[in-house]
């Protein structure tokens, strides 16, 4: 008798043993899983805003100072006026986010491409987005509403940038 008591003892122990062992093989498949996607969505964030920002630091380079830099300014496009091959000629950026019908196949719902378009080629997709907002404000500080208009493009002297990226996987309703 003793002896069935102790293998029924045992099977017991065993088996918490094992459900333990389980669910911390789960625990931490979930924490993986979280940790990728924040590291995945850090990684797109980054390399975006460092593009972006990037640009909009050199945003007028060799353009004469009687020229206006800022061509287009609304809440979610940008166009201003650069010379990126450094060589005489002057350059448009529009910068701009497309619409989410465009990723309708991501389980994000609010994932939407950012666009790059120098002059008259083709729009590149650069990056994706879920929120890109710009602020465009005045040497004092007030802020223009948006679109701004053209008589108002060259008191814009400050840009600010909110931009949201997030996991792709994510599913949104």
Do not use: C, H, W
Request: aromatic fraction near 6%.
């Amino acid at each position: 008798m003793s002896v069935l008591l102790d293998i029924i003892g045992s099977m017991f122990l065993g088996g918490i043993l094992l459900l333990t062992v389980i669910d911390a093989n789960q625990i931490a498949s979930e924490n993986y899983s979280v940790y990728n996607g924040d590291m995945l969505v850090q990684e797109l964030l980054i390399g975006t805003a460092q593009m972006l920002e990037g640009e909009l630091r050199n945003m007028g380079y060799g353009v004469p100072e009687t020229e206006g830099t800022i061509v287009q300014a609304d809440t979610n496009r940008i166009g201003f006026l650069i010379d990126l091959g450094r060589d005489g000629s002057i350059d448009t950026i529009r910068y701009y986010v497309g619409l989410p019908a465009e990723m309708s196949k991501t389980m994000n719902k609010l994932d939407r491409f950012l666009y790059r378009k120098v002059n008259n080629a083709a729009a590149l997709k650069v990056g994706v987005v879920t929120i890109l907002r710009f602020r465009f404000l005045t040497i004092d500080g007030e802020q223009l509403p948006t679109p701004v208009v053209s008589t108002r493009l060259s008191e814009a002297n400050i840009v600010e940038i909110t931009m949201e990226v997030q996991n792709p996987y994510a599913e949104n309703r």
